[in-house]
């Protein structure tokens, strides 16, 4: 794609006629989109897709992370166009839509809002479409996985940042809940536990099934202690090699980072991961090939100051940024 | 029940082995339950029982109502004996006690949550404990309500406090949810929709189908506006008029006061009662023959100042000085 | 024009093919546009146009107002599409689109910040879209007024909820800024002060100059203390009165309003209208021949609980639905 | 004094060697002294003098009133030189200074702390400087009324605008704190019941001694519902007769407001006095034969918009006013 | 103690006369003790006993401390029963109860509030119960030694994070306040400064007094500079060698940490222990021998987003872990 | 000059004559001067003058920073006599005062506010006096240095720590603006980039201007990740090799730390310095040869804990530490 069609394709024109880029806008203007980039419901005009999946259904503690799509894309115009740290300038090497929420018909039923999930992300894999989704609560990721796995015909690489393994049985009443995706996802053969790096996990659990479970099918668990021990490179280059070149997704839980850098989440954990940690190593997975990912677990009305939100959007611009080069690599 | 009974019946013992009322300690101080009375599980053992109802799965907008047992219980600890107003001495009148919050089986499903409540509910109606409930989402009351009217073999009339009708039909997916307890309640003949009293009612609506329910089927609507026009003292004389003599239940959203003062709840409406009238209104219900009530959508992460449950603390109180007057012209 | 059409207007299209109307979406889901209607950079397809103007370089105390659009735009998606106290439908009389922000090529001075709004509202004066402006500080009006003023070739009415007059001198190197506009209006003959009318005047002032000026040219200055007596009704009649039959401007700043209302405003002023006063006060403007208005400085940063946002939105949404009166009459 | 003479008082010099009033300044500069008016060592060069009172060691509540006077002083830079609602001018009519704070050498004994605040008092009352305090706790106000009473040698008349009588016995250890200073002061003589007029007293009490005290004594105890089928004008017709033309003393306790004007105070009660009909009924005491006054009981810390404090120093503002009537007849 | 009676130990019955574990319920709900334990108030029905002591009058600057009990048990709630680090189970160990608060006679005098804490403290010591305490502020830690120190008949071994070493002389006319608890215990022989360890110090000091004091006497003082080069594992191992093998107590003010982990507390210091450092340095004390602690000095109103209970809470939790280690070898 | 000379410049007199110093007072009392210092207005009885620059008009993003020297001043209370760390004892070294603010003459033109600071600076200059500003917003930096580079007759060194190199060219129409200081200062010859140290570089940008105008002037730029990989001890030699022993200006902007530390800030970017670290990296600047400095870009109104502004009084302090030594190595 040239650099002309790339240019037209974040052109909006106001009503003056004028034709401008809003995310080079003052910015605290603007309708916010994730970074200001197009709102696009046509697939096909769009290399990496933004798309917001509020739900936070699948909460056992605090809830509120249904408006993480709306904060993350209000503080995503923060962010800019050149990464300092690594010269990336995604938005000259694809194109970047905001693809609009996922539109749930049923949000009184956690099975029946992940089938409106999966529906979503299987009409995003039957494209080209990179998808990096922003929740809502970490339950949404098991129907992404669903969608990805079948896309690429196998099992996915899982490259996991979070506080918890989200490995854990049915919970007050159902098996589909913010601690369980990597399970479910793990019984039914859509990530590959074998090429899974969990990493930041920390805190207590009321019993050991969950750890217990994600050991126990060769899943590599980092905890915070080692990850502090071990240093984000080592680990960064730790979890390359066991992902391997094939397909991987990438999902964040905000939780991973230790609760200064985000009160507003739902089951904050002390002693996480710093957001200089977590941006150094995001950017070590530049040559995975990465298939998609997610940024979870947002919570804005537990975040007075905004900072969750701001290190959310800071993390999908860094995931952004090395989603972009798997997406140049193959596209 | 003599003074001294009841005295022993809010007694505790300190680990000094002295005894004491932890409603009459520093306000500071204390495990926070509703109006620092004991907690009890006999319900044999208590009259007036008030129990929460941490639940909010059946919200369309804002959630954080499953905090609002706890934030009330917190904030209800600066209620005292006596109702400066009235006179009213709720605590020498009969044994209120804290009953502990519904427990659930299932959060992840509005109608399985929905049957959870009712069975608390079921074990109230087959004593003659009177239930003040704290909620939760306003969803909760439709199996309240299913207890109570099993309970007295009679639709109850309704003292309805409230920015919405919630007389809606089914949405998002479910029948149940925050919008529609009222009109389950009529189809299923829980309560008579002419001893039913609508006050506050205000706002947008998507269709006019909710207010359409109510009026038809002959539930008395009394808008902001006519509020604002009559004053509450001619508004609670027909409400106590209409609902006659019969068993009645009081339910409080408390979205029917205006935002200013319940900055923390989940679907605000400009323009609604002052807490000055809410209080005066609610007193004049104490000829009326109440067999039960809650105060519900209190969402205390979206109160940052505290007021919403100080207020619904408040409300809670003024009910329980109407409740205890019916318990003891009953009991 | 036709139901269809209108329906068609406010169509949306998902990434699944689907076409649906935002306003009727869950409330906490889609980018937030003023009240979810269509963003419209094409003025001839729209009858009433919302517009940003995110601009506070005219406050002369507490910043923020610059945030007003994007905030307003995030609670407006609590207003629905039926007003319940009047039963105006305004999505069903008109098409109401989000014409984005005022884009500034000049932030840093004052009085080139106001010729990049006046450049705005002149292109909409051309057309026969009916503007609804969301600020931004009180300095955005005057360049609003001098395009409006233009279009109907005469001194427009005016109708200005406010605790300040507004017509106070240069202050601080400049005569245009947030305490001025209606000075410059009146000086150049863009508003006639006999058919001015300031509702809620009220606080403290350093010199007696602008309400010496408001009342020395003929302005009706309504204090608070005047409203209290008079009431809403009587003040709405003389308003209507003094107004006419002409073309009016209708200009709300959130100060207007008690700061338990507002407290996210620049300048706030104990004592004030509520927003049951205001709401009802707005509704008799019904019959006035409108030609816009505007809803100016609201801070989010200044507003802990959103309560000010929230008010502002319902605000916008009551002058939606007088204006959109006025443009059926005419339209 | 000459206008000349004032205008020096109020005037500083900055770095430049350039005289000007701070008061003037704009509003966000300066350090905040009250209303920016100058800082006083010297008693004898000034009229009326604002003095804060940071302590609150006598609450049995809410902490943090420690902090109101530097938060009031904070927010009273909002308040300017004219009352627009009555047209007085109180800096033109008197030096105005700040007298700094109390400062304690004893802050964790209640007894010895208030032999602190009596101290600073007595250095007033032996000159002719009529003190406004801020507060610190309610419990501050009994050794001024300490000092002020031995100055006219004779019972005060009390103007005591409060949610609670404050007239109750020992408590938690001590006969000082801030629900006891008007007991105290009646025991001894420093104030006249019977020219006593407690306003907007409502709440719960555990003891009804407190209320009983009052009126035994003769106060006229007006509580709010009495306060809100009178209205603010007879309130304030009754209170001016039963306080007469003898020395009397104006407190007034932020909770007398209700919650959502000062949710930043340590012991609220929901259903208060309004900030409009405060105002109201403060001006008409400007007839009043006022020697000093006070506000108390802000909590800066509880108070996340800055709402009370900005009240509080609107209330300061408009007793100031009606204190320089009653400087003007005297002086 | 078998398994079972531990078990029964946890266990509370239901109003349906069902049994459960309040710390394995939603987390959401149930009163609030810490952690989720029993209440309990007789003193030989458990082994480790957590108890509140809600005191904050020996604060020199910013209050609120006396609410630390109440927020800490509400945060607690986000503990369980695996420490996933370490592998410890407390509950599983040992009988861990919620003894309430102190409950103060006196709280307007610092000197008779501190015999209130030690009466509390000698009754636990009366007793073979490990107690841990939640403040308040730091001088509620000087009874607690009085009461301990006592039991074991030998002065203390002291393990102490903070920014200040509290070891300061009388202040604002009392030798009680929060910076001195340990100046005192040191002078009455209640801790033994060659034992002493004081690790985090740093900040700005008015009298080099109480550096001094410490430093001539003994103690050892680990400045955050030394902390920041030595690393936590060195600090650790120095201080487990210097207090050696007899009776030690902990002492955690929360200031030791960062202000961004704990902006809710009264004299926050810049540049502090993170959360990641404190909770790996607390785990090396796994085979002290501790014989209680305490974590003081949290005050939610300075915390908006609640973190800096969060992580109290989280201290907590470690400090049970070593504790109930000390508790087994003992027991 | 003398100690007695010293300790005079700082006492006060209260108004019952006592003389005190203000900065040994209880820190929640006193009017909030910087580190309760003294107002002075004559430039010639003082060394050290710190002054507060309340403006925001240049900045490009999020407001408010006009507040920052008042809640600066406000939280500088928590400031103390000794540096813990250093052993620095700045107010027995030198005469520390408060000049006030930089009174503004134009506020609504950001060319002309910075001559009204231009000027202010000069009349510093023209004295011995050493400034330490407080922002306002980072375009203030350019008049200062216009100013201090004309004392000394030569471009000034430059130790700049920032998330920005504030070297970009002209935006939204002003060459001023809060992101270009450093380019006007160096095409000017204020600074000599060979003697410029940037530190904590990162984040986005939109072009890649400034970056390229740092590097290619011949400035040392040290992002985040080499600042992170180097170490403080490091970065701090080779920033005091480079400066060397010419005069040098300290410009510490506080989004140069983390926004965890500084969530008050106009431009926010995540991953950057801790607190611990900018404290260490400050006091190794003690031998350079400092001619003033200045913190900037606190905007209270986006930080709802006070943390930032609290960290900015802190780095002011460190500063203030540092500055000393230089005036000492000087005077």
Same mark, same amino acid.
């Given at each position: !794609?040239?650099?002309?069609? /790339?240019?037209?394709?974040?052109?909006?024109?106001? %009503?003056?006629?004028?034709?401008? &880029?809003?995310?080079?806008?003052?910015?605290?203007?603007?309708?916010?989109?994730?970074?200001?980039?197009? !709102?696009?419901?046509?697939?096909?005009?769009?290399?990496?897709?933004?798309?917001?999946?509020?739900?936070?259904?699948?909460?056992?503690?605090?809830?509120?992370?249904?408006?993480?799509?709306?904060?993350?894309?209000?503080?995503?115009?923060?962010?800019?166009?050149? &990464?300092?740290?690594?010269?990336?300038?995604?938005?000259?090497?694809?194109?970047?839509?905001?693809?609009? $929420?996922?539109?749930?018909?049923?949000?009184?039923?956690?099975?029946?809002?992940?089938?409106?999930?999966?529906?979503?992300?299987?009409?995003?894999? $039957?494209?080209?479409?990179?998808?990096?989704?922003?929740?809502?609560?970490?339950?949404?990721?098991?129907?992404?996985?669903?969608?990805?796995?079948?896309?690429?015909?196998?099992?996915?690489?899982?490259?996991?940042?979070?506080?918890?393994?989200?490995?854990?049985?049915?919970?007050?009443?159902?098996?589909? +809940? +913010?601690?369980?995706?990597?399970?479910?996802?793990?019984?039914?053969?859509?990530?590959?536990?074998?090429?899974?790096?969990?990493?930041?996990?920390?805190?207590?659990? &009321?019993?050991?099934?969950?750890?217990?479970?994600?050991?126990? +099918?060769? !899943?590599?668990? %980092?905890?915070?202690?080692?990850?502090?021990?071990?240093?984000?490179?080592?680990?960064?280059?730790?979890?390359?090699?066991?992902?391997?070149?094939?397909?991987?997704?990438?999902?964040?839980?905000?939780?991973?980072? $230790?609760?200064?850098?985000?009160?507003?989440?739902?089951?904050?954990?002390?002693?996480? %991961?710093? !957001?200089?940690?977590?941006?150094?190593?995001?950017?070590?997975? +530049?040559?995975?090939?990465?298939?998609?990912?997610?940024?979870?677990?947002?919570?804005?009305?537990? $975040?007075?100051?905004?900072?969750?939100?701001?290190?959310?959007?800071?993390?999908?611009?860094?995931?952004?940024?090395? /989603?972009?080069?798997?997406?140049?690599?193959?596209?």
């Amino acid at each position: !794609m040239s650099d002309n069609q /790339l240019s037209a394709f974040y052109q909006r024109q106001d %009503i003056l006629g004028e034709s401008y &880029n809003p995310a080079q806008a003052l910015r605290f203007t603007e309708v916010p989109t994730f970074m200001r980039t197009p !709102m696009v419901s046509n697939l096909h005009g769009v290399d990496i897709g933004i798309i917001g999946v509020p739900y936070d259904g699948g909460l056992t503690c605090r809830t509120g992370a249904r408006y993480g799509p709306r904060e993350v894309r209000n503080q995503s115009s923060l962010m800019r166009a050149i &990464n300092v740290a690594t010269g990336c300038r995604p938005f000259e090497l694809a194109r970047v839509g905001d693809l609009g $929420d996922v539109r749930f018909r049923d949000i009184f039923s956690l099975d029946r809002a992940i089938d409106d999930i999966e529906r979503y992300f299987v009409a995003i894999a $039957d494209t080209q479409v990179l998808p990096l989704a922003v929740g809502g609560d970490h339950s949404v990721t098991y129907p992404i996985l669903k969608a990805m796995a079948r896309r690429y015909n196998t099992p996915l690489g899982l490259l996991h940042i979070d506080a918890h393994t989200d490995t854990w049985p049915a919970f007050a009443g159902s098996k589909f +809940h +913010h601690g369980a995706p990597f399970r479910l996802a793990t019984d039914e053969g859509l990530i590959d536990p074998d090429r899974t790096v969990q990493i930041g996990i920390r805190g207590g659990q &009321n019993f050991a099934d969950g750890l217990d479970y994600s050991r126990d +099918h060769g !899943m590599r668990v %980092i905890t915070i202690e080692e990850f502090d021990d071990l240093g984000w490179k080592a680990v960064a280059q730790e979890a390359r090699r066991l992902v391997g070149d094939a397909p991987t997704y990438l999902t964040f839980d905000v939780d991973g980072l $230790d609760p200064v850098f985000t009160p507003g989440t739902g089951t904050p954990e002390a002693g996480g %991961i710093t !957001m200089r940690e977590a941006q150094r190593l995001l950017r070590e997975f +530049h040559s995975v090939n990465l298939i998609g990912g997610d940024v979870v677990e947002v919570s804005p009305p537990l $975040d007075p100051s905004g900072v969750t939100a701001l290190n959310a959007a800071t993390i999908l611009f860094e995931m952004l940024c090395v /989603l972009v080069e798997a997406f140049r690599r193959v596209g």
